[in-house]
Structures are given as C-alpha cells and as structure tokens.
C-alpha cells in the first residue's frame, strides 16, 4: 500500500527556516512526480512545487526563490526547504504523488510562520 507521511512542521518566525520531509512507502519515488501542496485557512489547497522522476522542477510564482523541493532517492523521501518564510506561508502542508492514476495523499503537517 502506498503511504506518504509529512513531518518537519512547526511554528518558525517571519524570515526562518523550516525542512519537511515526505517519506515514502509502498512505491519509488524516482519514477513517479512527487508534489508539495499546501492549504491555508479560507483558501483553496495550491501546488507549491513538484519534482519529476528525472528531477525537474517546478515552484508556484509565490515560492521562488525561497523554497527549493529535492529529494533523497536512497531514503525514499522528498523534502521542501522553505527560506525566508512570511506569515502568508502559514498553511497546512501536503504530500502527493499521482500512482496508478490515483491521486495520493499525506496527513499534512502544520506550518505556521509568526512572531
């Protein structure tokens, strides 16, 4: 069974940095496009940013330059490092892959970006 668990969330002030992990089972994360979603309150859930099977990536306009998504292909497990975080970053963080032509998703984890 395929399953995607996100950690690293937390509350970090304005201008700080935070890592979240993916770690993946039941599937290879090289051969599939991996995604980080993310939903703040009184939003819809928005890509943040993907990574292809051969590594190529993608950021929304909102995050570039600030996050970068990467992956460790030994361990099974994509990561977003997110730099300069404002409070608008404040969301509920997601992990997806689409396997099989289904859609799957992580639990999210909690990013809160305040002084």
């Known amino acids: 069974q395929v399953q995607l668990v996100e950690s690293g969330g937390g509350l970090v002030q304005p201008g700080g940095s935070l890592r979240l992990s993916c770690a993946a089972s039941?599937?290879?994360?090289?051969?599939?496009?991996m995604g980080w979603y993310r939903q703040a309150p009184g939003k819809q859930r928005e890509l943040v940013a993907t990574?292809?099977?051969?590594?190529?990536?993608n950021y929304a306009d909102s995050v570039k330059g600030r996050f970068t998504i990467s992956r460790d292909i030994a361990k099974n497990t994509v990561y977003l490092q997110m730099n300069s975080l404002k409070p608008e970053d404040t969301a509920v963080y997601y992990c997806?892959?689409?396997?099989?032509?289904?859609?799957?998703w992580g639990q999210g984890t909690q990013v809160t970006v305040s002084s």
């Open positions: 997806n892959t689409k396997y099989r032509n289904v859609q799957i």
């Open positions: 039941g599937m290879i994360i090289s051969f599939y496009v």
């Open positions: 990574i292809t099977g051969g590594g190529n990536t």
